[in-house]
């Protein structure tokens, strides 16, 4: 079970965007994340007139590893990890370690 979804706020812990807080967009493999406005890079495109795209630099997104954030609890408004909690049908629920609250989607 992924610890870290799609929709999630988290905050990142390492790296360039150390401190910066933002929304999960997408989940790229096992084992990254594209976030929001963090690992930005500058990409140089070619302008399509087939597709009618404009050519110049363009600033995009890249994956970040999962290691590199954590998940933003709301109720103390810091980073926190996340624990897996079964239940007695065999259901998985994610919970803050901090205080086992479960996360809510």
Same mark, same amino acid.
């Given at each position: 079970?992924?610890?870290? %979804?799609? !929709?999630?706020?988290? =905050?990142? =812990? ?5 401190? @910066? #807080?933002?929304?999960?967009?997408? #989940?790229? &493999? ?6 929001? !406005?963090? $690992?930005?890079?500058? @990409? %140089?495109? /070619?302008? $399509?007139?087939? /597709? $009618?795209?404009? &050519? &110049? ?6 994956? =970040?590893?999962?290691? $590199? ?5 709301p109720a103390t408004g810091k980073?926190? #990890?996340?624990?897996? @909690? ?6 998985k629920t994610r919970v803050f #370690?901090?205080?086992?609250?479960? =996360?809510?989607v």
């Amino acid at each position: 079970m992924n610890k870290i %979804h799609k !929709g999630d706020e988290v =905050i990142v =812990i390492a790296g360039a965007d150390k401190g @910066r #807080r933002a929304k999960v967009l997408a #989940r790229h &493999g096992e084992e990254h994340l594209i976030v929001e !406005g963090v $690992n930005l890079v500058k @990409r %140089h495109t /070619r302008p $399509n007139p087939m /597709r $009618n795209e404009n &050519g &110049g630099i363009v600033s995009k997104e890249m994956p =970040i590893h999962q290691s $590199n954030v954590a998940i933003f609890n709301p109720a103390t408004g810091k980073a926190d #990890r996340v624990g897996v @909690r079964v239940a007695q049908d065999g259901a998985k629920t994610r919970v803050f #370690r901090s205080s086992g609250e479960e =996360i809510k989607v």
